[in-house]
């Protein structure tokens, strides 16, 4: 009786070690899923945000065609955005709404990376005196994420000029203030009309700049201001501002801009390649669990043995 009490207690302690390497295999494969899903999603998010996917559409001074191919695919698009010396190099969209291009990419897919847009309130042919280009502030200097750069001083003395492509024609960007504000500045007017308002907007940007580079600046001039929210205020802003200029100058981080940052190696990997790696990971972590089972099982009928041999 005594020994068919311990045998019942033998198989339910083996049960419930059973059922708790099950319960930990379980919990192992439902993080080992979550996490290897994010980290995948993240890296596909940043893949839609590179700027070498849209690399082949950039219109050059031999080649416009391609730019025509990407505005055939969305309307939308109407320029192309470069900062020498930066990752920003993408293609411009402007929507019905500012809302349109939040999380929605140039060729129109869903993405939380979205676009580089002109605010709706302006005109496409840059026309205005002062015009508004948004972007989303992003890790791996990605879309407007290195515009933080700019608040260091070395930063800003090094980058002075970039490109900024529409109707057709490049013109010169010549980048001369930077501001640390918040969301309800009325430097976020678009369109300034008058020209006594113009003189105060640009004596506005004068007093808020936070780093300045002496560049007359006039009513009849027109300017472009790139803001993205600034990543440690909920509504602070980062704001790089810049005369058009007919002039395109020569980007002396030419070689750089041609080599660019490579894309993340986790970005390159198919889905199919990681659902395999992650089945290797079950089954090797599956085959540990069985090992240790049987181990345990070899150990018991060892110590049962010696008992009766005793």
């Given at each position: 009786m005594q020994k068919t009490g311990y045998g019942l207690i033998r198989k339910g302690v083996r049960i419930l070690d059973s059922a708790i390497n099950l319960v930990v295999l379980l919990l192992f494969l439902l993080c080992l899923s979550v996490g290897g899903y994010a980290l995948w999603d993240s890296h596909q998010i940043y893949q839609e945000a590179n700027r070498q996917r849209y690399e082949q559409y950039k219109p050059t001074a031999d080649d416009s065609l391609s730019f025509q191919e990407l505005q055939q695919i969305n309307p939308d698009v109407f320029g192309w955005l470069t900062i020498y010396g930066t990752n920003i190099d993408y293609p411009l969209v402007q929507g019905e709404s500012n809302d349109t291009y939040l999380n929605t990419s140039v060729t129109g897919e869903n993405v939380l990376s979205g676009s580089i847009f002109l605010d709706c309130r302006n005109q496409r042919d840059f026309s205005d005196f002062n015009s508004i280009i948004y972007g989303h502030h992003m890790d791996k200097q990605a879309m407007f994420g290195e515009l933080d750069q700019f608040v260091d001083d070395t930063f800003f003395a090094g980058h002075q000029?970039?490109?900024?492509?529409?109707?057709?024609?490049?013109?010169?960007?010549?980048?001369?203030?930077?501001?640390?504000?918040?969301?309800?500045?009325?430097?976020?007017?678009?369109?300034?009309?008058?020209?006594?308002?113009?003189?105060?907007?640009?004596?506005?940007?004068?007093?808020?700049?936070?780093?300045?580079?002496?560049?007359?600046?006039?009513?009849?001039?027109?300017?472009?201001?790139?803001?993205?929210?600034?990543?440690?205020?909920?509504?602070?802003?980062?704001?790089?501002?810049?005369?058009?200029?007919?002039?395109?100058?020569?980007?002396?981080?030419?070689?750089?801009?041609?080599?660019?940052?490579?894309?993340?190696?986790?970005?390159?990997?198919?889905?199919?390649?990681?659902?395999?790696?992650?089945?290797?990971?079950?089954?090797?972590?599956?085959?540990?669990?069985?090992?240790?089972?049987?181990?345990?099982?070899?150990?018991?009928?060892?110590?049962?043995?010696?008992?009766?041999?005793?």
């Amino acid at each position: 009786m005594q020994k068919t009490g311990y045998g019942l207690i033998r198989k339910g302690v083996r049960i419930l070690d059973s059922a708790i390497n099950l319960v930990v295999l379980l919990l192992f494969l439902l993080c080992l899923s979550v996490g290897g899903y994010a980290l995948w999603d993240s890296h596909q998010i940043y893949q839609e945000a590179n700027r070498q996917r849209y690399e082949q559409y950039k219109p050059t001074a031999d080649d416009s065609l391609s730019f025509q191919e990407l505005q055939q695919i969305n309307p939308d698009v109407f320029g192309w955005l470069t900062i020498y010396g930066t990752n920003i190099d993408y293609p411009l969209v402007q929507g019905e709404s500012n809302d349109t291009y939040l999380n929605t990419s140039v060729t129109g897919e869903n993405v939380l990376s979205g676009s580089i847009f002109l605010d709706c309130r302006n005109q496409r042919d840059f026309s205005d005196f002062n015009s508004i280009i948004y972007g989303h502030h992003m890790d791996k200097q990605a879309m407007f994420g290195e515009l933080d750069q700019f608040v260091d001083d070395t930063f800003f003395a090094g980058h002075q000029y970039g490109e900024l492509y529409y109707n057709g024609t490049a013109h010169g960007l010549e980048l001369f203030a930077f501001l640390e504000t918040d969301a309800y500045n009325s430097i976020y007017t678009p369109a300034v009309v008058k020209a006594e308002d113009q003189e105060e907007y640009i004596s506005s940007l004068w007093q808020q700049a936070s780093q300045l580079r002496d560049i007359p600046v006039l009513p009849s001039d027109h300017i472009v201001l790139l803001s993205t929210c600034a990543s440690l205020e909920t509504n602070g802003r980062y704001i790089l501002v810049a005369k058009i200029s007919t002039t395109v100058y020569e980007n002396p981080f030419y070689e750089e801009a041609v080599t660019g940052e490579g894309v993340d190696w986790l970005s390159r990997v198919p889905v199919w390649l990681l659902a395999v790696m992650f089945l290797l990971a079950a089954g090797v972590l599956l085959m540990i669990i069985r090992r240790r089972k049987r181990s345990k099982r070899n150990e018991g009928s060892k110590n049962r043995t010696q008992e009766k041999e005793k």
